[in-house]
């Protein structure tokens, strides 16, 4: 490819793209095979999000493109391929190192109206001739069914004029009971995740309840360690629909975030219990109806919804590792989730064994209230600090388009490129926390930067942690105040703690295992069963795949659905899981 500067005659950026979106749809329309190859580069790179293969897959090579491209084409749809002028201008930017023209447009399909974005960059071997790169399609909205948003938000309801009828809050407590219903979507966990996915489905007028065993909404954050504050900053966090306030700070506190899902909760009118376990269910492939078991307050409630999407978070149930001789020691032993009070360690010895996010921050709580704490690594694990370096992937969101284009530039980008931009804001990352980091080696800390150096993002796409965004702990290793192990050096355990290979021991008045959690499929077969962990596989991770396996997607058990991820993430991708679910009750989709 050339550069931009190389690029022989350069044509403005929005005539360039409309030029190659008029060919395209007078290629697909004609399906003429030739014609379309010869619009994409042999390497480029086709995402359909829902719009026209009602799939979330990437495709890759300009061959493999044109072939799935060509199963859609000779018709009248897809077409009106334009440029929005609604939407952030075409223009020249630099993405995973390269330059490129970058254009967002609209289109329509018999079914519904969707974004796309399209990236061009000339062909050296065709005189530079501007070819895509990559192409993004993805569904806005089912025809008939869309958003109610600004100008086509409700109508007032006749509550308003109705002296004698239930008003608007006799109508919510009603919604919410349940009473004599059972919702069409039951989500389980109402933190971001399952917040995201309730609104959208509300949005589209699907009858949604959240279940969440915590009392309070918002108790996922309150319930984390005291000095929480946000990781990103607050303007790659916002939720579907109602932005936090422009006044509030850089990163938000974990009491503060909990404070606003219960505004949210009540400003998107979701149907939200506290207190409720989800125990389990069991699809009836004959009716399309799960049964499923809940447990409200101490009261069982069975319920049949058509669909159960799990919002659980990440991590299944805590993974305690058989470590051997460790029952030797007579000192509490905790894992992570159940550290809470770091008060009553004052002035003791405490052994964290593991080195994630959790592991340090739970170093530090400790250290805070006075404990004298010991780090025990037990595999390498990467290091960025919190700010700059771990807002690097961020900085689309401040280059200036709206967020609902950057979010759709963030889509757009393949996983391929996507890896190969991180591994540009590793490299950059590594170089801005040099002196954190070579201090840490110096103190015997194991660094990794990631498989192939792909840094943090794709450890947390992969396997969902593996590295700690520095908010101090690490400064207090390498000054010496959080000390650290190296799992290798210990023996074995005993009555009073660690025995080191050097013989010498290291007493320790309580252990906490920072060990992280088993994965969700581990979760699924424990509510669902066997059959349904068999059916779908592995939860999150790519496997030799381009898309998060079973995430935000149909599955391969009808009716189970998956949401997880970063705030953006949920942003992103309730979205689309929205519009599936709508689209099932439709019948457009199975
Ligand atoms: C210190 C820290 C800072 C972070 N900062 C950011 C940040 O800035 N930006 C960002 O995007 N991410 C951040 N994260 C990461 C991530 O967003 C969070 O971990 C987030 O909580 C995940 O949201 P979730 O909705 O998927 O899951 P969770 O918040 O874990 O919510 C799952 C819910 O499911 C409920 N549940 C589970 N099982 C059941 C059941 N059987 N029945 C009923 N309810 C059930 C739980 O009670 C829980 O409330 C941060 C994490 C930490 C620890």
């Known amino acids: 490819m050339l550069s931009k500067t190389e690029t022989p005659a350069i044509t403005p950026p929005a005539t360039a793209a409309q030029m190659w979106l008029a060919q395209f749809q007078e290629a697909l329309a004609a399906a003429d095979r030739a014609r379309l190859k010869s619009l994409f580069h042999v390497e480029s790179y086709w995402r359909d999000v829902l719009a026209l293969t009602w799939r979330i897959a990437t495709i890759d090579g300009a061959d493999a493109v044109v072939n799935e491209l060509m199963a859609r084409a000779g018709d009248s749809w897809p077409s009106g391929f334009l440029i929005d002028q609604d939407r952030t201008a075409p223009r020249w930017v630099m993405r995973a190192g390269t330059d490129a023209i970058e254009a967002i447009f609209k289109f329509e399909t018999p079914e519904g109206r969707g ?150 909760v009540d400003s998107m009118e979701l149907n939200y219990w506290t207190s409720t376990t989800f125990e389990g269910g069991a699809y009836d492939e004959k009716i399309g109806r799960w049964s499923v078991v809940l447990r409200k307050d101490g009261a069982a409630r069975e319920m049949h919804p058509h669909h159960v999407v799990m919002a659980t978070g990440l991590s299944g149930a805590p993974s305690i590792l058989d470590i051997p001789t460790l029952d030797e020691f007579v000192g509490p032993v905790l894992h992570s989730s159940q550290y809470d009070e770091a008060d009553k360690w004052k002035n003791k010895n405490v052994l964290v064994i593991g080195s994630g996010n959790s592991a340090h921050d739970i170093a530090q709580d400790l250290h805070a209230s006075g404990a004298k704490v010991t780090l025990v690594q037990r595999s390498s694990t990467m290091v960025v600090n919190v700010e700059p370096s771990a807002q690097l992937p961020y900085a689309l969101y401040d280059e200036g388009p709206p967020l609902e284009d950057c979010d759709l530039i963030t889509m757009s980008v393949p996983l391929v490129l996507a890896r190969k931009s991180h591994k540009i804001l590793t490299e950059k990352a590594k170089q801005i926390d040099k002196e954190l980091l070579d201090g840490l080696a110096r103190k015997g800390f194991k660094l990794d930067f990631g498989d192939d150096g792909t840094g943090w993002q794709f450890k947390y796409l992969t396997r969902g942690g593996g590295y700690y965004f520095n908010v101090g702990c690490s400064d207090l290793i390498v000054q010496g105040e959080v000390g650290l192990l190296q799992f290798a050096d210990i023996a074995g355990f005993v009555a009073e703690g660690a025995r080191m290979q050097s013989g010498e021991t290291l007493p320790a008045d309580l252990i906490v295992l920072a060990t992280g959690y088993k994965d969700q499929n581990h979760l699924v077969r424990e509510l669902f069963g066997d059959g349904v962990a068999d059916r779908i596989g592995p939860i999150w991770g790519f496997g030799t795949g381009e898309e998060l396996r079973n995430m935000f997607t149909r599955t391969a058990q009808p009716g189970l659905w998956f949401i997880a991820g970063s705030f953006a993430q949920c942003r992103i991708y309730s979205k689309y899981l929205g519009l599936q679910i709508k689209a099932c009750e439709l019948g457009l989709l199975r």
Request: hydrophobic share 35%; glycine share 10%; proline share 5%.
């Open 115 to 264: 974004s796309g974005l399209l990236r061009l960059t000339p062909d050296a071997n065709e005189g530079g001739k501007l070819k895509a790169w990559t192409l993004l399609t993805a569904l806005d909205g089912i025809k008939g069914h869309e958003e109610q948003l600004g100008r086509s938000r409700q109508e007032d309801k006749v509550y308003s004029r109705d002296f004698h009828g239930p008003n608007w809050l006799d109508m919510r407590k009603a919604a919410a009971a349940y009473a004599d219903r059972d919702p069409t979507v039951l989500v389980v966990g109402g933190g971001q995740a399952g917040l995201s996915a309730a609104a959208r489905l509300g949005q589209l007028g699907v009858d949604t309840l959240i279940v969440d065993r915590e009392q309070h909404i918002g108790d996922n954050w309150r319930h984390r360690y005291h000095a929480l504050v946000l990781h990103n900053q607050t303007h790659v966090n916002h939720l579907p629909y109602m932005r936090f306030p422009p006044n509030w700070p850089a990163y938000i506190p974990k009491d503060k975030i909990a404070g606003w899902f219960e505004a949210y």
